[in-house]
């Protein structure tokens, strides 16, 4: 009977350490965002060498946490960047938006095992249209006539290849939109994300870096402060945009650079991450 209930004891410490991996000491090993012009201004930062230190943007922690990383780290995160954090309690996501802004977003997501965002603006909508983005005028058919006025309006559209990558962002906001397009490469551990355009100038590369204990990514990220906008023809011209955000203590003037360091799998013997 004792020996039972030492093997039961013993499963049952095994099974909890499985289910509940230390995410940060398992997987990521440190993250750190610095403003590209100055590398000693440090942004966001993610580190557990001495005690679990989290802060920075919203959009920098998430490039190493995943969303159930980030419910289960949260109350240790120090947001430093003047951000309101929402959540989004139907799609269980977070988000944030300017302190400021009283906006309320909607989401659409596709897929059940791994959702795909397809939307997000102010408008709550129930589907996303039908796009052919095989044209070079695709953006006509989602830029909002009827909403190019309102200062208060903002639309995302994400659409994906036939490989579930993200390959085209539309954004609008008032009367001016975006284009986002992005660039993958095969490498022998798989297809990766190379460089993202917006409006057909650079504004992200990402370079990788493994060996035998850790993998690195690395995110350079320019600053681009052009938007299109349509003349009385509908062709569209690149003019500075009046969305962009005043300085704040987490601007950069150039552009921002992301460092993530990823422990290799066989850092845990349990193989099992928390994502």
Not at 21 to 42: F, M
Not at 179 to 188: K, M, P
Request: include cysteine.
């Amino acid at each position: 009977m004792k020996i039972k209930l030492l093997i039961f004891c013993m499963a049952s410490l095994l099974f909890s350490a499985q289910k509940e991996p230390d995410y940060l000491n398992c997987y990521l090993k440190s993250l750190k965002t610095v403003c590209k012009e100055n590398s000693r201004t440090t942004v966001s930062e993610i580190s557990s060498e001495d005690g679990i230190s989290i802060y920075g943007r919203l959009e920098d922690l998430k490039k190493g946490l995943s969303e159930r990383a980030f419910e289960k780290y949260k109350d240790r995160i120090r947001f430093s960047c003047h951000e309101n954090i929402r959540y989004d309690s139907i799609h269980k996501i977070y988000y944030a938006q300017n302190n400021d802004d009283h906006r309320k977003l909607y989401f659409i997501y596709a897929g059940k095992e791994n959702p795909k965002i397809l939307y997000k603006g102010t408008e709550d909508l129930k589907k996303v249209k039908n796009t052919n983005l095989h044209t070079s005028q695709k953006y006509l058919q989602l830029y909002s006539k009827e909403h190019e006025n309102n200062q208060d309006y903002e639309a995302f559209y994400y659409f994906y290849n036939q490989q579930n990558w993200l390959e085209y962002i539309f954004h609008q906001h008032g009367n001016e939109f975006n284009e986002y397009t992005f660039i993958y490469q095969d490498s022998f551990y798989g297809t990766e994300l190379s460089e993202a355009y917006k409006n057909g100038i650079l504004s992200e590369e990402y370079t990788y870096d493994r060996d035998e204990n850790i993998s690195e990514t690395t995110v350079t990220e320019y600053h681009i402060d052009e938007s299109y906008r349509l003349d009385k023809k509908n062709r569209p011209f690149l003019k500075r945009s009046s969305y962009i955000s005043a300085s704040t203590p987490c601007s950069c003037r150039e552009g921002y650079i992301t460092k993530i360091i990823y422990w290799n799998d066989d850092r845990c013997s349990s193989k099992i991450i928390l994502e």
